[in-house]
């Protein structure tokens, strides 16, 4: 397990941020991060000034999600880290601070480190959103950052499985514990339509999500089904516009609920 201390200085990188939005999900693998690039590229769409935060120590994937492989991270003369721009998004990514083979094997201290280095000395500027990727799961290092990140609120990311939604569930209770009102759930890999037959396919079980949010009374923001073309564009760094019908412009609904 990864100890996290974690330690946001009063006077701190935020200030200029309007809004800070976490994506969090129970466990790995569930289409977070793939979420949090394209609710940041949704909300830049709408007119907002949007960074992204990737601060996924397990798998950092915002670089490559955004074309970004292989990018030095630069300073500024007063020290300070500034973030890439992608196509007018910021971007700033644990995976610029190690190789992503090593990020896996990180130890505790190592970790928070290198979050405390990139949540303090990243230079935002001016922000309407930054979107933060967390780290999978409900730890200490993911309860600590949900504590010290001055957070306007969290989106949880699920698919319809059990066990997704079982840890889906301990993430709400997460963010419930530290006052960040959780804005909703996406639940994406939700269906798969059949190329033959066009016939939605319920490849991990249907309704969950929203049998989740009712229990919790939060809404579910977005239902994003498997698709190929996700994928695809996730390989090959690309975002994806709002009257693209790639199903991921799904996530369109959801960056209109978060914008509201
Ligand atoms: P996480 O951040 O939760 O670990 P990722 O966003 O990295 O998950 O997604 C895991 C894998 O699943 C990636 O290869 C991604 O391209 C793929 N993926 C995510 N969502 C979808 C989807 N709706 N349809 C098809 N592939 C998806």
Not at 42 to 59: F, M, T
Not at 61 to 89: C, H, R, T, Y
């Amino acid at each position: 397990t990864i100890v996290a201390t974690i330690n946001v200085p009063a006077t701190n990188k935020f200030k200029k941020i309007k809004h800070i939005v976490l994506i969090a999900s129970g466990k790995g693998g569930v289409g977070k991060s793939t979420t949090a690039v394209n609710l940041a590229g949704a909300l830049q769409q709408e007119g907002a000034k949007v960074g992204i935060l990737d601060a996924d120590i397990y798998g950092p994937s915002i670089p490559m999600l955004l074309g970004l492989v292989g990018a030095e991270p630069k300073s500024a003369d007063n020290k300070q880290l500034l973030p890439f721009d992608a196509n007018g998004i910021k971007a700033q990514s644990i995976g610029f601070l190690v190789p992503s083979d090593d990020a896996t094997v990180w130890r505790g201290p190592m970790a928070s480190n290198a979050l405390n280095q990139l949540l303090t000395e990243t230079d935002w500027g001016e922000l309407d959103y930054l979107v933060v990727d967390m780290p999978p799961g409900t730890g200490d290092i993911q309860l600590t950052m949900s504590q010290k990140v001055p957070a306007s609120g969290a989106v949880i990311v699920t698919t319809p499985q059990d066990l997704a939604l079982a840890d889906a569930q301990k993430g709400i209770a997460m963010f419930n514990k530290v006052n960040v009102p959780v804005v909703g759930l996406i639940e994406n890999m939700s269906h798969f339509i059949c190329g033959h037959c066009g016939e939605p396919n319920y490849v991990f079980g249907k309704d969950g999500a929203i049998t989740l949010a009712t229990r919790y009374g939060v809404p579910v923001l977005a239902n994003i089904p498997l698709a190929t073309d996700i994928r695809e564009y996730s390989e090959q760094g690309q975002l994806i516009g709002k009257d693209n019908n790639s199903a991921i412009s799904l996530i369109y609904q959801a960056a209109a609920r978060v914008l509201a």
